[in-house]
């Protein structure tokens, strides 16, 4: 049990960082494009209580690390208004874009601090796991967030490539999202398994390629 409270407090450290500049990037870029529905709900901010959700940032993550050892969960959406936007279509893409692209930055900040704490990261496990967490925790987040499944932000951005009638009619799986989402999680590998071939598509499209990015750049600083 102690191991599994100290993988939390390791993942608990970045996560909120991560979840907190990601939820805020979506606020920023729809005011900066003409929607202050955001500024007006008090989430322009980088006050990590403003963005976390008491179940699925806090309770969700800690049951699932304590009984499957898969750490997954989400902060409270961002409220934008698309017909706020100057081009809803256009403008949308970006709002939803922010997020990701904020990981992605952060993933870089935090492989360029390691660079330059490296002899003391190796000496200080604590320091070199935080490190490799927030790399590889926002790279999970900026890919799984960039897949096209509504309500996720890939599903924005792909959306304002579709025709009207297409991109009406797939915005309208948003509620089912959350469902779909778990299902890939939790339901396709249980399912497989009884078939003796446990497919896991999340991994294959998310936590793998988050692992080989981050292999890659920490192999670049020379940190392994």
């Known amino acids: 049990m102690s191991d599994t409270i100290i993988q939390i407090l390791l993942f608990a450290v970045p996560a909120i960082i991560a979840i907190t500049l990601h939820e805020a990037a979506h606020g920023y870029t729809a005011n900066f494009f003409g929607d202050d529905t955001a500024k007006r709900a008090g989430r322009l901010s980088f006050n990590p209580i403003r963005h976390i959700d008491p179940f699925g940032t806090i309770l969700l993550p800690a049951m699932l690390a304590a009984t499957t050892g898969f750490i ?21 893409a970006f709002v939803a874009a922010a997020g990701p692209l904020t990981n ?13 704490v490296l002899d003391l990261a190796n000496q200080n496990a604590i320091l070199w796991k935080v490190l490799i967490m927030s790399i590889q925790l926002n790279f999970v987040l900026a890919i799984l967030n960039l897949l096209p499944l509504p309500p996720l932000d890939g599903s924005k951005v792909l959306a304002a490539f579709l025709p009207d009638n297409l991109r009406h009619t797939y915005l309208r799986l948003e509620p089912y999202g959350f469902l ?11 399912i ?32 392994i």
């Not at 992605?104 to 330059?116: E, P, Q, R, T």
């Not at 779909?180 to 249980?190: C, D, K, T």
């Not at 446990?198 to 940190?223: K, Q």
Request: no cysteine.
């Open 104 to 116: 992605i930055a952060l993933a870089i900040v935090a492989v360029i601090v390691f660079y330059f």
């Open 192 to 223: 497989t398994a009884q078939f003796g071939a446990r497919i896991n598509i999340l991994s294959t499209l998310v936590s793998d390629p988050a692992f080989s990015l981050t292999r890659y750049f920490v192999g670049l600083i020379g940190a």
């Open 180 to 190: 779909i989402l778990l299902a890939l999680i939790f339901l396709v590998p249980a």
């Open 72 to 92: 997954f969960g989400y902060a409270k959406p961002v409220p934008v208004d698309p017909q706020q936007l100057r081009n809803p279509r256009r403008d949308m």
